[in-house]
T-cell receptor, first 118, second 111 residues
Framework: GAVVSQHPSWVICKSGTSVKIECRSLDFQATTMFWYRQFPKQSLMLMATSNEGSKATYEQGVEKDKFLINHASLTLSTLTVTSAHPEDSSFYIC??????????????FGPGTRLLVL | EDKVVQSPLSLVVHEGDTVTLNCSYEVTNFRSLLWYKQEKKAPTFLFMLTSSGIEKKSGRLSSILDKKELFSILNITATQTGDSAIYLCAVERGSNYKLTFGKGTLLTVNP
């Protein structure tokens, strides 16, 4: 139980284009999902908390107009990187909070999306 | 500012060795401490620790938390090459379930 998927697993795009990443909880409902970014040889940095049916809350220093988050259902959150630039190239990881599902109540991570902006 | 510090940052051992990974923390509103294993993809959950002094075990891995001294250790006995990975420690804060991660320990197990 508590499986989280992400799509796509990797994407290459041109500078200036927008990229959408999907995060799905496959066997449980998640009112809260999180989006992280991980640069090479660094740890995971929380970007934002995504709450179903309400606006996402962003960590300090993360531009909400650049990283658009939508959590339209209890099993899906999307992150759109708008007008991507090479410095946005990174490993983007989502997690979903499993509460009251019979598994350990904690965040379960998706497999990540590698974004390369040329 | 919340801090999670892991040591060592990297470690190279031979198969069969026992390793101990360290994690110290300073956070407000501590809720739990978690250990993850990260290979080439996203982290996979190992342990969640909320109470001091109670060891959690899973096969050759075990972990314990000291809430007085604000640290945790992760032990791996009889290491195998498949244990090679980055081990991440994270602390869950308050009621919003946010995690603060350490930089990780890169473990390399040589045959």
């Amino acid at each position: 139980g508590a499986v989280v998927s992400q799509h796509p697993s990797w994407v290459i795009c041109k500078s200036g284009t927008s990229v959408k990443i999907e995060c799905r909880s496959l066997d449980f409902q998640a009112t809260t999902m999180f989006w992280y970014r991980q640069f090479p040889k660094q740890s995971l940095m929380l970007m934002a908390t995504s709450n179903e049916g309400s606006k996402a809350t962003y960590e300090q220093g993360v531009e909400k107009d650049k990283f658009l988050i939508n959590h339209a259902s209890l099993t899906l959150s999307t992150l759109t990187v708008t007008s991507a630039h090479p410095e946005d190239s990174s490993f983007y990881i989502c997690s979903a909070m499993a509460l009251g599902t019979g598994v350990q109540e904690t965040q379960y991570f998706g497999p990540g999306t590698r974004l390369l902006v040329l | 500012e919340d801090k999670v510090v892991q040591s060592p940052l990297s470690l190279v051992v031979h198969e069969g060795d026992t390793v101990t990974l360290n994690c110290s923390y300073e956070v407000t509103n501590f809720r739990s401490l978690l250990w993850y294993k990260q290979e080439k993809k996203a982290p996979t959950f190992l342990f969640m620790l909320t109470s001091s002094g109670i060891e959690k075990k899973s096969g050759r891995l075990s972990s314990i938390l000291d809430k007085k001294e604000l640290f945790s250790i992760l032990n791996i006995t009889a290491t195998q090459t498949g244990d090679s990975a980055i081990y991440l420690c994270a602390v869950e804060r308050g009621s919003n379930y946010k995690l603060t991660f350490g930089k990780g320990t890169l473990l390399t197990v040589n045959p």
